[in-house]
């Protein structure tokens, strides 16, 4: 077997070598490469790299017909994935991680993989967004009665709050971000006299937004308002339910059965 030795390959028109090999085997080329046309190109004037392109736009562009892909193999059946994070001044301000596993789910990190799971779609399709602002609140607190006129209602107890956005303190959801959101509520007023009427609403904000069907009391019996609506709010706006009645005398009833308020945001 030969060996050529050399450390430097300099072209006869050049003032200075185009590729220098040291001891350690390690290559220098001082200008960009040409891989079979443009399989490979390294663009030096930009700093970018091409693959089946000589003309990247970006750090790494690749192109051509048929589906261009690029492909990260786990051998082992565990998982890939890339890594992306950002920094200013050295210091981190984001990381994101997007990753499938051998099970076939495919997952959003808000940072590493060993983060909180942001956004999981499994191998049958089925997505979750676990840390989607979401509640479901009901009247925890006795039983009350309220003069005519509109109320605020009392729904003061929890069965979920995923991010804490419904304060039981003062029955408000407030939104955490901009965007769509869908609401929920169920109200059964008691001991409705004879000829009296109970409505329910939902108030943003303070304000009157959308209110439910009409219900007249026949008898004096209880009377249950359920709606629900889609509102498009702003980060930091507030929902509640309100009611109303032309009844003096009656009153709302406690339980997570009884007056109920739900919404999550739909994105």
């Known amino acids: 077997m030969s060996t050529l030795k050399l450390e430097n390959i300099k072209h006869e028109n050049s003032s200075t070598n185009n590729m220098v090999m040291d001891s350690d085997g390690n290559v220098n080329i001082t200008n960009g490469l040409t891989v079979d046309t443009d399989t490979l190109y390294v663009d030096k004037a930009n700093d970018r790299v091409g693959i089946n392109t000589l003309t990247p736009d970006y750090d790494l562009t690749i192109e051509g017909s048929g589906h ?56 049958s399709g089925r997505m979750t967004v676990p840390y989607q602002p979401s ?60 000829d009296y009427f109970f409505t329910i609403q939902f108030y943003v904000n303070g304000s009157s937004h ?26 930091n706006d507030y929902v509640e339910v309100y009611s109303y009645s032309n009844d003096t005398s009656s009153g709302f009833s406690a339980g997570a059965t009884w007056n109920t308020f739900s919404g999550f945001l739909v994105g």
Do not use: C
């Open 68 to 123: 261009p892909r690029v492909r990260i193999n786990s051998t082992d059946n565990t998982a890939s994935g890339v890594f992306m994070h950002v920094s200013n001044g050295g210091s981190q301000t984001g990381t994101a991680t997007i990753r499938v596993d051998g099970s076939g789910n495919y997952s959003v990190y808000n940072g590493t993989s060993s983060s909180p799971l942001t956004m999981n779609i499994d191998g």
């Open 135 to 194: 509640f479901g609140a009901y009247q925890a607190s006795a039983n009350y009665l309220v003069a005519n006129g509109y109320h605020k209602m009392v729904i003061d107890g929890t069965r979920w709050n995923e991010g804490n956005h419904y304060d039981t303190s003062n029955s408000k959801f407030v939104a955490p971000v901009s965007g769509v959101y869908h609401f929920s509520a169920h109200v059964n007023r008691y001991s409705v006299a004879d």
């Open 210 to 235: 959308t209110m439910g069907s009409r219900l007249y009391s026949r008898g004096g019996a209880d009377l249950v308002a359920s709606m629900s609506h889609t509102i498009k709010l702003t980060a």
